[in-house]
């Protein structure tokens, strides 16, 4: 232990252990209680609950809403369009699984206090699109976190999980986590007899557009930093669709969103000359992927492609047309707002560039790549679906169960199930916190147990970087540069360039090929074996070590699906320059891994898609 | 920076560090006040400046594309359910919007161990918490048949 031999260690029990207080994870602490009344929920953050997660900016719409009770869709409809949108590939049992619950969350959130606008003529929700509602939502986390905090036993803030624990006897069976604290420096140990792995998806594992001073302003917030795939990989759980990363269109710069600009304020888009440019690249786009092209709405990978067409073509940049729209106070108002509420950095950098969108159209552009699961993308663990209609290659055991016994998981943590967005994610964790103490009543005596050899151990590797750096530091005069540590910035930069490069980032147009990705492969094991020598200053830099080894186990396992997945399903998303044309005849199925942490090795399989048919 | 804190205005009290999501509001252990530590990990999610007694805290927008000049401020009133904000652009021209943030008492929500506990057969309906009352909805939860869902093409 070195230098570090006097830390201590805090033990932590539970019934249900939540890790990650998003969106999913409140959602998880709610319905765990309402089910388990006797025992004991805890939910870990590595944040404040209050204020954490993809949505502790606030929102200003909630994107998955039915309106069953207006007969405005049905669960069905729902999975339909999120198929379509997807490219004929989505978990159908798990998102009409969602659908069908999703009403009564968006009904509680209403009635704690989330402010819905209401359309004045009808009295139902203000629909801003199809499938998506208007709310003030700047306090919607903070309102959801309340309702967590009436359900957890304990929430323990500012506690970074590097690891999952696993039963000392029946190998496949989850046990717990460790981590630490990042204000104090504690090594947590949290034995739990069900997991439910609520983190978030993953942010900067490619470069970003912004690299300087502005590299936090990416889409999905810097603080989503893929451990909602690295624990249950590390544990072998089985992931599906890692390669299935998204691309946003976005307001230039401070990537504030577009959907209410052009589903409620019906702004549209044109190219430098003022003109329609989809209609362009209508055959270009059949040519890659038949009569997907076809279907409405156009899948968002779609419309993404015909703007880098476009934009390659020379007639960029793509503007929004707004100076009609925002003519309209009211409609202006609801331009800003939008902002205000969920983006606050794009009216930054409005304000700072004198663009009024009344005055000017303003550019939009295509993002770096994300990976998560729960907006136009569906990267994610493989999960069991629900026990009442899920096929039986999709149920194994409990509903929202990863193939390792008590592991579940909700949100961005779940393959397969795009657009559940906010409510969707909240929803999701209901299911796995029902699932979740179903699991725990039928376990009776049979409890699981840590290995104290096992968590010792990780004790030593998670604070390894401290004392890498405590040594290394003394032989430099001093500035960051060691040759026997590398700094978290560091290791962050190298990740993002390899991905970027190698992996179909934007500095290849989001282009990459089987030796690529060989090559990108190569470079990600330097930098695994390299995360050995981390260097963190203090308990901050640290939490930016583990988040990195989250990133770049997140980033091997994108990075492996990509290779096995020979064709171009998304153009727009990314491409595949040895095998460009969409490939139903091979590739209409999910792709599925298997990393295996002792041998390093990844296992890849195909796995069959069921669709609802009418 | 994108956040700063200004020295005079600033107590040392601490929220900002409690509540970012980034963990990039410290104290610096000379001024005993906060600062940024790390912008470049900054989202500029505001959760710092509303949460500040003494609105000790701003934002200048990220060096590499935002011109100097411009300013977002925000007023948020938990108490009175409304937040506030005044948008100053470079050029001098001003913008002020005023939102509803919550339409009950902070602390009202009604946990969910205050409800009736489930039965035992409840477990084995696919029915949540709430459900199915709070779907508003005739005929109880929707559901599929497993004889609905089949592979192939479609």
């Not at chain 1, 710069?253 to 304020?265: E, I, K, N, T």
């Not at chain 1, 796995?432 to 103490?437: D, I, L, S, T, Y």
């Not at chain 2, 970012?20 to 104290?27: G, L, N, T």
């Amino acid at each position: 232990m070195g230098l570090f031999g006097g830390r201590k260690t805090v033990f932590v029990d539970s019934d249900v252990l939540v890790i990650g207080g998003g969106m999913a994870g409140c959602g998880a602490a709610y319905e765990s209680r309402y089910w388990g009344r006797d025992l004991k929920i805890v939910c870990v953050e590595k944040a404040n609950i209050e204020r954490s997660g993809a949505v502790a900016q606030g929102l200003y719409a909630i994107n998955c809403y039915m309106g069953m009770q207006w007969d405005e869709n049905q669960p069905e409809d729902h999975v339909r369009y999120a198929r379509n949108d997807l490219m004929g590939l989505v978990r159908e049992d798990l998102g009409y699984d969602i659908a069908r619950h999703v009403d009564s969350t968006v009904h509680k959130f209403e009635e704690w206090g989330l402010p819905i606008m209401r359309d004045p003529k009808t009295g139902r929700y203000q629909r801003e699109g199809k499938w998506q509602i208007m709310i003030h939502g700047e306090s919607y986390k903070p309102i959801v976190a309340e309702a967590a905090r009436k359900a957890a036993t304990e929430v323990y803030n500012r506690i970074m999980v590097t690891h999952l624990l696993m039963d000392k006897t029946k190998p496949n069976r989850v046990a717990g986590a460790v981590g630490f604290n990042v204000r104090t420096g504690d090594f947590y140990v949290f034995r739990g007899k069900a997991v439910i792995v609520c983190a978030g998806g993953a942010s900067h594992i490619f470069k970003p557009r912004a690299v300087g001073e502005g590299m936090g302003r990416t889409w999905y917030a810097p603080w989503s930093s893929a451990s909602a795939y690295a624990l249950p990989i590390l544990v072998g759980a089985k992931m599906t669709q890692m390669e299935n990363r998204i691309v946003l269109t976005r307001f230039k710069d401070g990537y504030g969103p577009v959907g209410a600009y052009f589903l409620h304020l019906k702004t549209y888009t044109e190219n430098v000359y003022g003109e329609e440019y989809e209609s362009t690249w209508y055959e270009d786009t059949k040519a890659l992927v038949g009569d997907y092209i076809d279907r409405h709405p156009v899948p968002t990978c779609l419309r993404n492609h015909a703007i880098l067409k476009e934009v390659a073509a020379g007639r960029g940049p793509i503007r929004m047309v707004t100076k009609e729209a925002f003519q309209d106070p009211h409609k202006e108002t609801v331009g800003w707002e939008n902002f205000l509420g969920m983006t606050i950095g794009q009216a930054v950098v409005w304000a700072s560039q004198n663009i009024d969108p009344k005055h000017i159209n303003p550019e939009l552009t295509t993002s770096e790549p994300y990976v998560m699961g729960s907006h136009a993308t569906c990267s994610g663990a493989w999960a069991s679906g629900p026990e009442d209609y899920a096929p039986s290659e999709y149920q194994w055991g409990y509903n929202r169960m990863m193939t390792v016994d008590g592991l579940f998981g909700a949100g961005d943590t779940i393959g397969g199930t795009a657009h559940k967005f906010s409510s969707g994610s909240f929803t999701e964790g209901r299911i796995a916190g029902k699932a979740a103490v179903k699991y725990v009543n039928d376990m009776g005596k049979d409890q699981p147990e840590v290995s104290e050899a096992e968590y010792e151990d990780l004790k030593k590797v998670v604070f390894q970087p401290l004392e890498n750096y405590e040594v290394g530091r003394n032989e430099i005069v001093a500035g960051t540069v060691s040759p026997n540590y590398i700094l978290p910035i560091h290791g962050l930069q190298r990740l993002e360039k390899i991905m970027d490069e190698y992996v179909g980032g934007i500095g290849t147009n989001y282009m990459t090929n089987e030796w690529q990705l060989n090559r990108g492969l190569e470079l990600l094991g330097m930098l695994k074996e390299d995360m050995e020598k981390m260097g963190a200053e203090d308990l901050h830099q640290l939490q930016r070590t583990w988040e990195l080894h989250h990133r770049i186990l997140a980033s091997e396992s994108v990075t492996q699906h990509t290779l096995f997945r020979k064709e171009t399903r998304w153009p727009g998303y990314y491409y595949r320059g040895d095998h460009m044309k969409l490939d139903d005849e091979n590739w209409h199925c999910f792709t599925v891994s298997q990393y295996d942490r002792d041998s390093g090795k990844w296992e890849l399989e195909k796995a069959p898609v069921y669709h609802i048919v009418d | 920076m994108p956040t700063f804190v200004y020295m005079t205005r600033c107590d040392g009290c601490g929220h900002c560090v409690d509540i970012c999501p980034s963990d990039i509001m410290h104290i610096d252990t000379t001024y005993r006040r906060a600062f940024n530590i790390e912008p470049n990990m900054c989202w500029e999610c505001y959760s710092c400046v509303k949460a500040c007694p003494q609105n000790a805290i701003d934002d200048r927008g990220y060096a590499d594309f935002a011109p100097l000049g411009h300013s977002v401020r925000v007023l948020r009133e938990p108490e009175k359910g409304v937040i506030s904000w005044r948008l100053q652009f470079r050029d001098g021209r001003e913008k002020n919007f005023v939102s509803p943030i919550r339409t009950t008492e902070w602390g009202s929500i009604k946990g969910p161990a205050e409800y009736d506990a489930p039965s035992a057969e409840d477990f084995d309906k696919q029915e949540l918490a709430h459900e199915p009352e709070y779907l508003n909805i005739e005929g109880g939860l929707p559901a599929l048949r497993p004889d609905q869902l089949k592979q192939g093409l479609v």
